[in-house]
């Protein structure tokens, strides 16, 4: 006996006559219908719609369902899942009063974190069509301004947007981002007595010793330390 073989099917886009593998189970997990565009179809379908429409009004190309998450991870190349996950934690970040996504970035997930200013409890049962998950952490009142994420543990500090390690505290941090600030102010003052720009290419060029005649160390051009004058 020969089995038969599983029937072809045409792609109603592609015209191509493909085996049933070759078709996905549906674009969407809220599709009523079978899906009668192949895979690679069904793939270039989901890039282009990522460069016309809103990552949340993505649709089924042959229904107006909407893809979720996990059914563009299903169905769409990885650098378009990829590109998808980045707008959509964008988007869900921009519309999310109170969104942080997890600082650590080992974890991805991101929850509500209600500011401590804030006394009526927002509402952090909101469902999404998303796998994210939306979660309160105003309830550490101890602690108004850490954020610890449900899912890793990492505790972040809201003002500063940084995971504060062991070692340093939040005002340690807070002491060293102001020495970063005064450092670099040091920089520029030294920067503005001991440099001047190159009259010809604009380059900052440090001072040798006491001798007024420079030599731009980027278009060689000479000149004088004193009145910018260029030397033949
Ligand atoms: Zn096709
Ligand atoms: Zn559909
Ligand atoms: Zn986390
Ligand atoms: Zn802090
Ligand atoms: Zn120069
Ligand atoms: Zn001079």
Redesign the pocket.
Same mark, same amino acid.
């Given at each position: 006996k020969v089995k038969k073989p599983p029937a072809r099917k045409d792609c109603s886009t592609c015209g191509r006559t493909l085996s049933p593998g070759s078709f996905p189970k549906a674009a969407t997990s809220n599709c009523k219908h079978k899906a009668t565009a192949c895979k690679a179809c069904l793939k270039k379908w989901i890039t282009a719609q990522l460069d016309t429409v809103t990552y949340d009004n993505l649709a089924c190309p042959e229904c107006p369902q909407l893809l979720t998450n996990q059914d563009v991870k299903a169905n769409a190349t990885k650098p378009t899942y990829e590109r998808f996950e980045e707008l959509e934690r964008r988007g869900i970040a921009d519309n999310t009063p109170g969104w942080r996504w997890c600082l650590n970035p080992r974890c991805r997930a991101g929850q509500v974190h209600v500011p401590p200013a804030s006394t009526t409890s927002k509402d952090s049962s909101k469902s999404t069509k998303s796998a994210w998950k939306f979660w309160s952490s105003g309830e550490h009142k101890a602690e108004p301004n850490i954020c610890d994420c449900n899912e890793c543990g990492a505790r972040a500090c809201v003002p500063c947007d940084r995971i504060h390690p062991e070692a340093e505290s939040c005002a340690d941090w807070q002491k060293r981002l102001k020495g970063f600030a005064a450092e670099e102010k040091a920089t520029l003052k030294a920067i503005a007595t001991n440099c001047k720009q190159c009259p010809n290419c604009s380059k900052n060029i440090q001072r040798n010793g006491g001798c007024?005649h420079m030599l731009c160390t980027q278009c060689r051009t000479a000149f &004088?330390? *004193? &009145? *910018?004058?260029t030397y033949k």
């Open positions: 007024d &004088c330390w *004193l &009145c *910018l004058t």
